[in-house]
């Protein structure tokens, strides 16, 4: 593997980390999965991912895909295999009034940071940190979800690299049914090294949040349910039980409400 190795990457211009580099012991973890991969690729630029994923496929080791590395699986290390680590991919450009192209290894704080000077947002997850490519591809549930849909309801188009190598463009109208696949399918159809959204007006936002004793979880659970199912779609809701960081089984119910645009929150008490 090694001639291959070097020949492959004779002309990767990003960064590669062996077990012997200095910083492997941060690129081999993330913040929620430990592993010892056999090396670590940080991609600089879309034809580095290609050369990536051609050594991947010519090596026969395990292949893991790191956006935001915020995989609760584990999925974005992987013991004596390949990471491709897409963090330096983390672009954010808005194309014209909406459109918005978007880097594979951006994270949503990003995205955030990038659009609020133009007073947009794209409906996305609860968590500053979590990446683009890994929310997207999963779904995408959020604080707009309820009224603005899933994250991948704004994909309109994904610059994607097959595992043969090769780079091709994904929308309604090329490759139609890879990019129906795209959406919700995770990371098993290819790299996606940009996306495409169509970002909508940033609503006004009014947070309350409420904890109730753990043993009011019977009466709780239910009557969260049933308001939920009549609540106005500008209002959505989590509720945490048995959270780990808070007492485990023991801990608090706790229940969030948003409400996106015009209104009180006091409609959901």
Request: charged share 20%; net charge negative; glycine share 10%.
């Amino acid at each position: 593997m090694l001639a291959t190795r070097d020949e492959q990457l004779e002309d990767f211009t990003g960064t590669i980390v062996t077990p012997d580099s200095p910083d492997y012991a941060r690129a081999a973890r993330t913040a929620l999965a430990f592993a010892n991969p056999s090396l670590v690729l940080r991609p600089a630029d879309i034809a580095d991912v290609q050369r990536a994923v051609r050594l991947a496929a010519a090596s026969d080791l395990p292949l893991a895909v790191r956006g935001g590395g915020h995989c609760a699986a584990g999925l974005s290390t992987v013991d004596v295999g390949i990471v491709i680590d897409l963090g330096a991919l983390d672009s954010v450009e808005l194309l014209d009034k909406r459109r918005v192209k978007v880097g594979g290894g951006a994270r949503w704080q990003q995205v955030a940071d990038a659009l609020a000077p133009h007073g947009l947002v794209i409906s996305s997850g609860d968590t500053a940190d979590v990446g683009v490519g890994g929310l997207t591809l999963s779904g995408g549930i959020g604080w707009l979800v309820r009224q603005h849909g899933l994250t991948l309801d704004h994909l309109r188009a994904a610059e994607l690299v097959t595992a043969a190598g090769e780079v091709i463009v994904v929308d309604e109208t090329h490759h139609a049914e890879l990019f129906w696949a795209l959406r919700g399918g995770g990371g098993a159809y290819g790299i996606v090294a940009t996306f495409e959204f169509e970002a909508h007006p940033a609503p006004t936002f009014t947070f309350a949040a409420v904890t109730f004793p753990a043993d009011r979880t019977e009466q709780l659970v239910p009557a969260w349910s049933r308001f939920m199912r009549t609540a106005p779609k500008q209002i959505s809701s989590t509720l945490v039980l048995a959270n780990p960081f808070s007492g485990g089984l023991d801990a608090p119910v706790e229940v969030t409400i948003a409400r996106c645009d015009a209104g009180a929150i006091d409609d959901a008490s």
